[in-house]
């Protein structure tokens, strides 16, 4: 018996004592859908390879070396990313201009799944699921920083039929490969300085989405869902879709609330928000990211945030409720280790809380003994989760964490080196 296992069988006793049985734990863990974001790999740039500027609204900073420059180098890189991943349920999310191929004169506005089935046939093949976002960014018809809520009717008709393409090419994913995809809607509409009208923006935006999502698809095939933020680079006054907006839009609609980790201010809770969604049937998509100050794309850490995010996940989850995407987007590091890093650390949090010995404490807190709570809680955070983990690890035939940059490195100097 090797070192990693007999630690683990220690744990196990230790855990078995408190009440938890971690073979359970480490099975249910397995099953838990994670999304990888496809954009980490290529700075969010897409590959639309049409010419046209990059105009704002998303964007990455750094110049790390190896970065994809077409679907075929970013599967590649995924490949290697979800070998160094344990668990079984992936999927890769994909923004509306990371195409597999373009089609001569065809825009945002027109992509079909033409434009995709190399994504397609790929996920098929490694039984992956896949979900899609529409890009509103990155573009020319980005006019004045707005998108959808624009006062110009025939740029918002352009981002309109690019919503409603997107959310074809997500249905027709969805039916392949027999698992919906989540088709998230966000844009970075909004003003650097003190907005004079306020409403008439939301009024547009609120309009071009009850058009964007007229069209019906089963919920076998696809589930929409709408992202608000708090403010951006250049949009720091005011942000048209923020969370007031779009938290009635998705209860009146039956659409999915998406909150991302990273859009809201830095002292509030996106774990306390979980419940009081869950609790009116109401169903989350969860983007995992990391705020900086103003920034909101950085590779999330094993902090106290993402432990209690990790922990109201596992308490509301009830299978088909929560959804959870990486969102994070660094071109200053190797960009296969941000992806490993960042979702090793959402499945670590995830794992805390699966083995969380919980009997006893919620009966103290009905009781008013808070006391026990507080010293209970306290004391959990030294139980030996991570030999659990290293054992997760290798019965998963992945590295454990202080090896697992190894074969980064070397994927670096034989593949990633070599692009421009
Ligand atoms: C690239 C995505 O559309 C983007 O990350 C969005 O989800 C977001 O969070 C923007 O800040
Ligand atoms: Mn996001």
Redesign the pocket.
Known sequence: MNLTEKLYRVAAEIYAEHGVNVDVAMKRLDQMPLSI?A?QGDD?TGFESTGHALTGG?QVTGNYPGRARDADELRQDLDKALALLPGKAFRVCL?GHEVDRMTPGRDRDAFTLENFTGWLDWAAERRLGMDI?P???SHPKLVNGLSLSNPDPDIRRFWIDHGKAIRRIGAAFGRRLGSPAVC?V?V?DGYKDRPVDRRAPRERLLEALDETFAENFPETELLDAV?S?LF?IGVESYTVGSNDFYLPYAATRHKLI?Y?T??FHPTESIADKLSAICCQQGRILL?I?RGVHWD??HVPLLDDALLDLGREAVRNDNGHNLYF?L???DASINRIAAWVVGARNWQKALLVSLLEPAAGLAEAETAGDFTSCLAGLEAQRSLPWGAVWNYYCATRNVPPDDAVLEPIRQYERDVLSRRD
Do not use: I, L, R
């Open positions: 974001n954009w969010v998303c923004q976002a890009a509103y960014y998230n966000w970075p992202e933020k951006g998406c991302d990273g859009h983007h990211s909101s794309d995407t969102d994070f987007f």
